[in-house]
């Protein structure tokens, strides 16, 4: 089953504006990556936070994780139409031996209008 | 370095056919992966390995089988391959622990007919 759950699923908005997504998941976790997918391509990793931090940033990126509500926020600012993708959450987790394994939400598709 | 390749990029089967999708790596990651993405689902893992000589399921491994030989190698087989198939896979690799980046190939589009 996936552990991460973005909300919203679609978000429209216009370039300069902020755009916020959020990610909830299930059970504790280590990391929790975000990644981005333009259409038709593979993921790019944007950021990772860990469950010992709060707050983290990268440019315009803005990410964070509230570990006693299972969730996480992606904040993007000054947005632009090449910010146009579907962003995922990904929580990795080790339960022993080789089982290393990261799981991804269902991604939240953002669009940004020029 | 190339990063991760994938081969083929379109592939068309029809049902009860095999293949193999090819994946690559240049980065000496110990850690490889396989996920299909269908929409609305997100991506979700099929198979995973650590290293050579070892593989694991993931989270939807029926139909497929892995292997891994070589650090650089991870070739996915589908053995009879069925609509529900129909999906685009994608290749990750990292190194191998909690808290490391996924590179991820471009992606090869499956039709299973």
């Known amino acids: 089953s996936q552990q991460g759950e973005e909300d919203p699923q679609a978000l429209s908005i216009q370039e300069g504006e902020n755009a916020t997504m959020n990610c909830s998941y299930k059970t504790s976790i280590n990391n929790l990556q975000w990644y981005r997918q333009n259409s038709g391509r593979g993921l790019v990793h944007l950021i990772l936070?860990?469950?010992?931090?709060r707050e983290k940033h990268s440019g315009r990126l803005r990410v964070t994780l509230d570990t006693s509500k299972k969730s996480s926020s992606l904040l993007i600012t000054a947005s632009r139409a090449a910010d146009t993708a579907s962003y995922f959450c990904?929580?990795?987790?080790?339960?022993?031996?080789?089982?290393?394994?990261?799981?991804f939400g269902k991604g939240t598709l953002l669009t940004v209008n020029p | 370095n190339a990063g991760v390749t994938q081969t083929p990029k379109f592939q068309v089967l029809k049902t009860g056919q095999s293949m193999t999708l090819q994946c690559a790596q240049d980065?000496?990651?110990?850690?490889m992966s396989w996920y299909r993405q269908d929409p609305g689902m997100g991506l979700r893992l099929i198979h995973y390995s650590v290293g050579a000589g070892i593989t694991d399921q993931g989270e939807v491994p029926n139909g497929y089988n892995v292997s891994r030989s070589t650090t650089e190698d991870f070739p996915l087989r589908l053995l009879s391959a069925a609509p529900s198939q129909t999906s685009v896979y994608f290749c990750?690799?990292?190194?191998?622990?909690?808290?490391?980046?996924?590179?991820f190939g471009p992606g090869t589009r499956l039709t299973v007919t």
């Open positions: 990750a690799s990292s190194y191998v622990g909690l808290g490391y980046e996924q590179y």
């Open positions: 980065m000496n990651h110990e850690y």
């Open positions: 936070i860990r469950s010992n931090e």
């Open positions: 990904a929580t990795d987790s080790y339960s022993g031996g080789s089982n290393y394994k990261l799981t």
